[in-house]
């Protein structure tokens, strides 16, 4: 698909993940910039895509930033640190040129790294992610540019999506592999003060993670990082900022069954969410 088929009309703000963690993103944008409209779209027939390869999830991440870009949006964020790790450069260097040089994909990653800089005391950073953004190593790379000297510890957590989608993170059956991965990573690296949940399905573990912690650790939920980088961006992109509609509406879409997604996204946003489903 070129340009010329795509809809050039003012349209929403396309917020792209795997399944449900992206949720965790869109609220905080929806609080911070409660005017615009917005369209999530979950890839959840093909989720979770933090164990596929590089190509896969490039391919996934891919159709579905088309299919939001063919519902009218200007502006797409991958609310997803395994796209951002593993499609948002791809897709920015050889897709936007084609589909639109004049749209726009942002990820998750850098916002993130960026705001750590002014987090931590020490320069001693962990980071929480699934396996797929820990291969990739897309913290580490980022870190290393804006903070050579920074250590960055990435720990694995292939547990806790499943734990978050199976309604287990707050369960006590959870503690047990939240314990697992703090201690792991601590004694990796025993001066850590700053921990990055690295993956958007985190903050639904948060309080179990904050209690395997020694306080003086500070714990970073990307959300609202993301939402004020994008409060930001728009300042700085007034261009792009002109073809956002503002009516404050939020259209839900999943690759899924629609009742089983509108069920879990409820457990994220603390409100009864409708979807509908498409086919990417």
Known sequence: MNHNQLPSAPGPIGVFDSGYGGLTILS??????????????????????????FDIVYRFTLEAVTELFRRGCHLVILACNTASAKALRSIQQLDLPILDPDRRVLGVIRPT??????????????????????ASESYDIE??????????????????????????????????????????LLSRDPLIDTVILGCTHYPLLYSKIREAMPDDITIVRQGDIVARSLEDYLSRHPEINARLTRGASTQYLTTENPEKFSALATLFLQHPVTATRITL
């Not at 911070?32 to 895509?49: E, H, K, S, V």
């Not at 990435?154 to 991965?181: H, I, K, S, T």
């Open 28 to 53: 905080e944008i929806r609080r911070a910039l409660p005017d615009y409209d917005y369209i999530y779209l979950g890839d959840n027939a093909r989720a979770p895509y933090g164990s596929r390869s």
């Open 143 to 184: 870190i290393a540019k804006l903070y050579p000297d920074f250590k960055v510890t990435a720990q694995a957590c292939p547990m806790w999506v499943p734990l978050v989608e199976n309604r287990e993170a707050d369960r006590p059956g959870a503690d047990y592999f939240v314990r697992q991965e703090t201690d792991t």
């Open 113 to 134: 790294v960026e705001a750590v800089g002014d987090i931590t005391r020490n320069g001693h950073v962990g980071i929480f992610a699934t396996p797929g953004t820990v």
